[in-house]
């Protein structure tokens, strides 16, 4: 279990409140040791001068007569009872200090004893070493518990409204931090069309326009780069289409030749395809409820050879998911395809649901040579090809495009080595985004 919170906002009420936790405990031990007690000790060392006025001339063992405690108790409201009495009175219920029977002994010459009952009224026990087995009752008026309980209201307040004051600081300076945060993550998949209001403290305004003009800055450069791109892709095509009909004329007798500049003019149609594709953004706007299963059997039956076999189990329990269907269909399409090019054998599709059932999963299995483990993770950048045991035709680009259109989707595409032989490679879909 971890105490500490990880969010700004969580930190900052968490140090607030320990601050007034502590800020409490110090206030509460500097009331004790710098008002309560010596007040306290005072109140004794009072009560003690009245505890020496009613023994004034008795003699151990002898108290006042019945007659002068009476009279004594009349103008003092102080009494002196034996202890069967006093136990009868209160004396049962009251504690004892011994830090004030400490005090009271050394004003008092002898060992005393003092005891408090805090009931309906506030009254002090006294043993005076002067008549032991005696106790004197001294009742302190104009002190009442209701004074007791406005305090504690008040100390809870204090700590309530603080706590909800640090909590208010922390949301308000934390929600700029909070804005700041989903726009990254908009960014982080291809979203650059959010401009954050510039609010907060001077430092986190400055960190906001900071972020806009990068958003900014980064939305201008993959305008350009697929403008870019675009015009490279449209000044390659017309060429190829004059050499295209170029061969389409040439003789009969040249038709080895002919064939091979064919092969080679769709070879680089299909590698500008996909140049075009990689530089195209699927964002979430475009995203629609779809049957992953739909999906993934509209891919198998297209893509079905007679010399090969695609084997499809499909899971009936997802649910529908959020995907865009052309993107996600290209996804499918280019790993079925990788897995037939890469592989003699049969193929096989699998789609199900994790253990928390809260992704769905494409998973392509194929008994081709498979990919070393070091090469794994570098396959998915652009360019990059797999080892020479996999072969080396295209561009580099196909499962670059596949991470790029997953990551738009919030999901994670792996590549396994499977321990009985092939490759698997598996996307995971969130079931609810």
């Not at 790029?404 to 609810?432: Q, Y």
Request: overall charge negative; hydrophobic content about 40%.
């Amino acid at each position: 279990m971890r105490l500490f919170p990880r969010s700004a906002f969580g930190q900052t009420v968490f140090f607030v409140g320990a601050l007034l936790l502590i800020n409490q405990i110090v206030s509460y031990i500097s009331v004790t040791f710098y008002v309560v007690k010596p007040t306290i000790e005072q109140v004794t060392l009072m009560l003690s001068k009245q505890v020496k006025i009613v023994f004034i001339g008795v003699n151990d063992g002898i108290v006042l007569s019945p007659e002068i405690a009476e009279k004594f108790h009349l103008a003092t409201g102080v009494e002196v009872m034996s202890e069967k009495k006093a136990f009868k009175n209160g004396l049962e219920m009251a504690s004892e200090y011994p830090m004030l029977s400490n005090i009271m002994s050394e004003q008092l010459g002898g060992p005393a004893r003092v005891r408090i009952n805090q009931a309906s009224q506030l009254v002090y026990w006294v043993e005076s070493p002067q008549a032991p087995g005696y106790w004197v009752r001294v009742p302190l008026m104009g002190f009442k518990e209701t004074q007791l309980e406005f305090l504690t209201f008040y100390l809870a307040c204090i700590g309530v409204l603080s706590v909800l004051g640090g909590w208010l600081f922390a949301s308000q300076l934390n929600r700029p931090l909070k804005s700041l945060q989903d726009a990254a993550v908009k960014v982080g998949v291809g979203d650059y069309s959010t401009q954050l209001k510039e609010r907060g403290s001077i430092e986190v305004i400055e960190v906001t326009r900071a972020f806009n003009q990068m958003s900014k800055g980064i939305k201008e450069l993959e305008e350009d780069r697929r403008l870019l791109m675009a015009g490279v892709s449209h000044d390659l095509r017309t060429p190829l289409t004059r050499i295209r009909l170029a061969t389409e004329m040439m003789s009969d007798d040249e038709d080895y030749l002919r064939d091979g500049i064919i092969y080679d003019i769709e070879d680089m149609n299909t590698i500008i395809d996909q140049f075009i594709e990689y530089l195209r953004h699927h964002k979430v706007a475009e995203l629609d409820s779809e049957d992953l299963n739909a999906l993934v059997a509209e891919v198998v039956s297209s893509e079905q050879k007679q010399q090969r076999v695609i084997k499809a189990q499909l899971n009936d329990n997802i649910p529908n998911i959020p995907l865009s269907h052309v993107a996600i269909k290209r996804v499918i399409t280019n790993m079925i395809v990788n897995a037939l090019r890469y592989s003699d054998d049969d193929i096989q599709v699998i789609t199900g649901l994790d253990k928390s059932k809260k992704y769905a999963y494409v998973a392509i299995q194929d008994k081709g040579p498979g990919i070393p483990e070091n090469e794994l993770e570098r396959v998915f950048q652009p360019f990059t090809q797999g080892d020479l045991a996999r072969g080396s035709e295209g561009s580099g680009l196909g499962l670059a495009i596949i991470k790029r259109i997953v990551d738009m989707h919030n999901g994670t595409v792996t590549l396994r080595n499977m321990p009985e032989g092939g490759l698997e490679a598996k996307v995971n879909f969130l079931v609810k985004q």
